[in-house]
């Protein structure tokens, strides 16, 4: 199999060709109503999970993700409760990056879901972040998705998701054709090529080199060179959730922030909630549509956009179609 890409037509045996280098044999997309209640079913178990394990949702402006970096999280935010005390916070954030028309996604917005709790190791963070996954996909119905997605997905909450680290990963595909060095960043293509190797289902690769990680990030006390973080990659979307358990000590943070770069002064208000304290911490950002992109199986994050102003002709042909009623 082409590690890279994928032949278009059938081959000599009949048998239908990959549609996608990132996976086999992606959905129809749905309809604008089944969209929108697969959306509101998602949302409303990711409230309904962080309420039962008692996690304090945390009001946040629209964030500016102009950079994509810091100012695309509302980590300052939840990390600003979690010194006060409270210790599980989560929030709904809408991020509205000026440049997103550009990136041929052709989103005016995404949405985003981010957690922090105290005292939470990395382990712990990958239990609770497969845990949400399996639970959202467990409350979805085959009216809403169809029987074939509901399968798979049911095949995917029974299954154990594997971990691996970044080096392992990097080893996997190496194996398989690739070329990659240890620092830099896995594509969507490799991603894609993990998922097929561990059966399409999802895999968490954990303990990334320091220099692809937020400053906030830990660095692993048995290997410096990587950091105490995780990436959740799922088959059609890619990475859908990234987390870490956050470094503690301001003058660490400040130097990871000159090892990149960038200045200090900007994030002074940041660093100085953590003079004097110590405050063991780690969490995750969930991205709402790539997720409802892997659980509606499609090819395109386009296909799972509930966003109004988005794809509009294609809404009306929705409606034209009477489909979308």
């Known amino acids: 199999m082409n590690l890279h890409g994928a032949s278009s037509g059938a081959d000599t045996s009949g048998t239908p060709s990959l549609q996608s280098a990132r996976f086999q044999f992606p959905g129809r997309p749905l309809p604008l109503a089944r969209r929108l209640a697969v959306h509101n079913r998602v ?31 509302g980590r300052s935010y939840l990390d600003s409760m979690i010194v006060k005390g409270f210790p599980a916070v989560w929030c709904e954030s809408e991020c509205l990056p000026p440049e997103y028309e550009s990136m041929n996604l052709r989103l005016a917005s995404f949405k985003r879901v981010e957690i922090e709790k105290r005292d939470l190791e990395l382990d712990e963070l990958c239990d609770f972040m497969e845990n949400l996954l399996k639970t959202i996909a467990g409350n979805l119905t085959a009216d809403m998705l169809g029987g074939r997605q509901v399968t798979r997905l049911h095949q995917m909450v029974k299954a154990k998701h594997p971990r691996i680290t970044y080096r392992q990963a990097v080893e996997i595909l190496n194996k398989r054709g690739w070329e990659l060095q240890f620092g830099e960043d896995l594509n969507w293509k490799a991603c894609s090529s993990l998922c097929r190797f561990y059966g399409n289902i999802p895999v968490l690769i954990t303990h990334f080199p320091a220099e692809l990680r937020f400053f906030t990030s830990r660095v692993n006390a048995e290997d410096p060179t990587v950091t105490d973080t995780v990436d959740y990659i799922l088959p059609y979307c890619g990475e859908a ?13 400040r130097q990871a922030l000159g090892n990149v770069g960038v200045g200090s002064g900007t994030f002074e208000t940041y660093l100085g909630m953590f003079y004097g304290r110590t405050v063991r911490r780690a969490g995750f950002g ?24 988005d794809r509009a002709s294609s809404h009306a042909e929705d409606f034209a179609n009477g489909e979308a009623v």
Do not use: C, K
């Open 43 to 73: 949302v409303h178990t990711i409230r309904r999970f962080m309420e039962e394990n008692l996690f304090n949702e945390v009001p946040v402006p629209a964030l500016n993700a102009a950079s994509r970096t810091w100012q695309a999280t």
């Open 241 to 253: 959730m990234d987390g870490a358990v956050r470094e503690t000590d301001p003058a660490l943070m």
């Open 286 to 309: 969930l991205g709402v549509t790539p997720v409802l992109q892997y659980l509606m199986g499609l090819e395109r994050i386009n296909d799972a956009v509930i966003h109004p102003l």
